[in-house]
């Protein structure tokens, strides 16, 4: 179906979809899994640009960095709070060391890089992901019958500087910063962007995608909708499936 549908049509189709399950999931049903990722996506990045701003105030990212003797390298800022960021728990500590090859000694030269501000954005970004477990458990809990086994945080302290240099503890209960979706991103703060997304993508389209493969499983489908029809569906199910989730197929309704 076009997107230049007739209201007659529109009419039409809605009708047809309100006694046809494939019709309803893969016209309103994925219209409603788009226009929620839609929102969310938007109010995460409304969210995470005040977190961050106060970091971006301060001047650039990127660039060459600065040189740290006890690692024998350099790492820039944005490297560095990427870094900070897996500290959040025992588990994700551990697992950055042995990534590296470090010890915490040479770890910790590291972090105390990173003044007040910077450790505060930190925190409000393990305390941004910590928002999405309750969604995410009960989503987990119906699709499979267990929620996830999140890390338990790990609370610690920094003596460090404002940007302005004044002195100052900063007082850390830690988190959870689950990168999946691209551990080469790990060590950057566009992780913080992708595994938002990612969360985002998952409530919104996973129990969707799940339900497609259901449906499409079942016998005879091309004799009831045309090989055409079925072939739009499938196209469908790949676009989601390749993290498209906001593309505009799932907003229109599927040719009747």
Known sequence: MTAALTASGLVTHR???AFDPLLAHFGPQAAE????AAEQ???AAKALAAILAPVLAQGELG????YFPELNASFNRDQRLG????TGNRQSWQALLERRGWTERQLEALLHSLNAEEWLAVQKIWDYFSGWRTPLAVLALRLYGQAPDWPPPCSFKVATRTATGDRLEVRLHGGDYPL??????LDSLDGVYAESNALIYELAWREWLIDS???????GLADYYGQPQLAAFKQQVRQVMAGDAGLEAAHEAPSS
């Open 83 to 86: 870094m900070a960021l897996q």
């Open 33 to 36: 899994c788009a226009a929620y």
């Open 213 to 219: 493969h259901r449906l499409l499983s079942l016998k």
């Open 63 to 66: 660039g060459m960095g600065r």
């Open 41 to 43: 996506q938007a109010a």
């Open 180 to 185: 999946k979706v691209n551990t080469a991103l």
């Open 15 to 17: 009708m047809q979809a």
